[in-house]
């Protein structure tokens, strides 16, 4: 029963989080100073083909019939009609979101195959207060490594190995070999992140009173920490890894741009630079659905796997 409670809390807050995004997304294009539409078509165009493209969006009608509008085309899929080339926003978000998404979920799957291991390696070494040279080192290293931002990240992975040794392209989607730089900038950060967590959750399951039990019994440390330590050290760093999930989609704007990435976090910064505000409309306003559609399939997986994490909520 409770679990049917919080599952139907969670959606409640997904809704209500999704109504704010799709007002706030709306609200956007009211927002900008000026008419935005003059903006886009620049101060030299004529007044009548402004007031024709104002009319032809619907931009002259009343705010309440607009949302209305707005919000009727959203449930059918019309996110809006690009300011500059007359194209659906919907087919501009739908041929760059696969792009997208598969950076992210690449950067994901390196950040978790590198941090589990790596976060136990480090709590199996700095047990019981051993080694503090190497508790020092970790937790320096991953500290630092996710304060750096991603674009630095990129920047220095395009001068060393595009630019200095010529081994990756520096730029585009063209083959394997161009999602490599990407996926690593967006993935050094996160793997940190989960390697420290990882390492405080395989300490917390090193201290239990079944490893004592089953090191008193003298059972192979390989067998001990696959088979038993691993999975319970697992459901913090999942749910942070989805969690991280969304985030990477939403942050890699500025590391799809700096290697020319044809994704939408390349696709918002034209759009921006170009004034072609309701295609931003549209990407900020799926990115926003995205992370809260991520986070609320990450609550509802906590829930499922971790039970008791229902119970301290509730």
Known sequence: MRRHHLLLRRLVRFAVSLVVLVVASFAMIHLIPGDPVRASLGPAAPVELVEARTAA????????????????????GNLGTSFLTGEPVA??????????????????????????????????????????????????????????????YAIALVTVFAVG????????????????????????????????ISRAETLRELGTDYVRLARAKRLPPVSLYLRHVLPNTLTATLTLGGLLLGALIAGSVLVEYVFAWPGLGMKIVESITQKDYPVAQGVILVYGAIVLLVNLLVDVALGVLDPTSAIRES
């Open 57 to 76: 969006l619907g931009l002259d009608r009343p705010l309440p019939a607009q949302l209305s509008s707005y919000v009727t085309g959203l449930l059918s």
């Open 91 to 152: 087919d501009v978000i739908g041929a760059r979101l696969p792009n997208t998404l598969g950076l992210a979920l690449l950067a994901t799957l390196v950040a978790l195959l590198a941090a589990v291991p790596l976060g136990m390696l480090a709590a199996v070494r700095t047990e019981n207060g051993r080694n503090r040279g190497t508790e020092a080192a970790f937790g320096t290293a991953t500290g630092a490594a996710v304060a750096v931002p991603e674009f630095l």
């Open 165 to 196: 040794l010529d081994l990756l392209p520096p730029a585009g989607k063209a083959g394997p070999a161009s999602y490599v730089l990407p996926v690593l900038a967006l993935a050094v950060g996160p793997t940190a992140m989960l390697a420290r």
